[in-house]
């Protein structure tokens, strides 16, 4: 069974950063992709960043262009983002999402949703920047 288990994050003040990461065990497939999404109160959740194990390639979407940059120690399973200079419009929980297989890809994040991809999801870690 897939288990992703998010940690890292906290209250910050604006302009501060935090690293969220996001340890995934029980791939039974040698490549992966996972993602990060974010959901504040009252919105639609939004894809943060991707990355991909098989070749490493990363997509972005709108919120996490920029100042965010995600990676991954393959051999740990674990994905990291880094967000700096954050903002308060940043607030909301922070989800990983996993799919795996044969080269599995990281799709789009600014476009049409596709969250629904993702087949394992963690419980989610709370963000909260202070103005």
């Known amino acids: 069974e897939v288990q992703l288990v998010e940690s890292g994050g906290g209250l910050v003040q604006t302009g501060g950063s935090l690293r969220l990461s996001c340890e995934a065990s029980?791939?039974?497939?040698?490549?992966?992709?996972i993602g990060w999404y974010r959901q504040a109160p009252g919105k639609e959740r939004e894809g943060v960043a991707c990355?991909?194990?098989?070749?490493?390639?990363?997509v972005y979407g709108d919120s996490g262009k920029g100042r965010f940059a995600i990676s991954s120690d393959k051999a740990k399973t674990t994905v990291y983002l880094q967000m700096n200079s954050l903002k308060p419009e940043d607030t909301a929980v922070y989800y990983c999402a996993a799919n795996e297989g044969p080269s599995p890809p990281c799709l789009d994040l600014s476009g049409e949703d596709y969250s629904s991809w993702y087949d394992y999801w963690g419980q989610g870690t709370q963000v909260t920047v202070s103005s």
């Open positions: 029980g791939f039974t497939f040698d490549d992966w992709a």
């Open positions: 990355i991909s194990s098989s070749d490493g390639m990363t």
